[in-house]
């Protein structure tokens, strides 16, 4: 990689040569880090890094070996794997007792926890995203008390800091958790209700029912739908990564076959809420 400046805090860093991985703090970051670890997914050739199996012994054996050939290709890259920030999660609809056999990555122990937050977004071993909407309603709550603190300026400038500051906050990645059950997704409709009541000053005893109305608001679930057809609509024109697009089938790819469904996507039944509330 050729040197290069780095401005921090408007002073400019010394020229350095990078050798090996990415510079931290940079747009492009991201990008670069992605494209470095882009053969990750193929240093193992026991197995790939989405397993399924049907027993967890048979899971943790399967994985412990596929953690010995990403330790080889992880030295053969330079990188050094944080351990103690490192964690495995048994992903079922019943708790697992144990014990098993541990799970190894060289000479550290890798834990297995029951949730664990992974780029913001907290993920339990059942997948009913409580966590996460349990997280997201005690920030939504510190973000309308601040916002309280302003209830004498405008309606209509109070609105705009709440859909551009406030409420993309709490959707982050809610095409993934937006479909936790309409009761956990309850408590955060509450508090938009409460928001919009607070901006547009509307009295307290306003019903529930009446506010979105009056104001002419959306509902979140609202956000979360238009999320939902956006990806449907990237999906239909190709322009998703291959494993989403892998997720989902056209009923008939043959266009001389001319159905009136003949563009929709096929339906899969699921017998448990678990699947019922999957991505797919």
């Not at 939504?140 to 309280?148: C, D, M, Q």
């Not at 508090?191 to 979140?220: E, G, M, R, Y």
């Amino acid at each position: 990689m050729k040197d290069h400046n780095v401005t921090v805090n408007g002073a400019r860093s010394m020229l350095q040569q990078i050798d090996i991985g990415v510079p931290q703090g940079s747009l492009m970051g991201p990008r670069l880090f992605a494209i470095y670890v882009n053969d990750l997914p193929t240093s193992s050739e026991t197995g790939c890094i989405h397993m399924f199996g049907e027993e967890v012994e048979e899971i943790v054996n399967e994985l412990n070996l596929i953690l010995n050939d990403f330790k080889v290709w992880c030295c053969k890259n330079h990188l050094t794997v944080h351990t103690g920030k490192t964690v495995a999660m048994l992903i079922s609809s019943h708790a697992f007792v144990g014990p098993t056999r541990p799970l190894m990555f060289g000479d550290s122990y890798i834990y297995f926890n029951t949730k664990f937050t992974c780029l913001g977004v907290e993920i339990d071993y059942k997948l009913n995203w409580k966590p996460q909407v349990k997280a997201l309603h005690i920030k939504f709550g510190g973000k309308l008390k601040f916002l309280k603190k302003f209830k004498g300026l405008p309606s209509s400038v109070l609105e705009e800091i709440y859909f551009k500051g406030i409420v993309p906050s709490i959707t982050y990645c809610i095409a993934i958790w937006g479909s936790c059950s309409p009761s956990t997704f309850k408590v955060l409709e509450h508090l938009h209700l409460k928001a919009a009541k607070l901006i547009h000053k509307l009295p307290s005893k306003t019903p529930d029912s009446d506010v979105l109305d009056l104001v002419k608001w959306k509902p979140l679930g609202y956000i979360y739908k238009c999320r939902l057809t956006s990806i449907m609509y990237q999906l239909f024109h190709n322009s998703l990564p291959d494993q989403l697009k892998a997720l989902f089938e056209i009923r008939n790819t043959d266009k001389n076959y001319n159905l009136r469904r003949i563009n929709d996507f096929l339906n899969v039944q699921y017998n448990s809420n678990l699947g019922r509330n999957s991505v797919r």
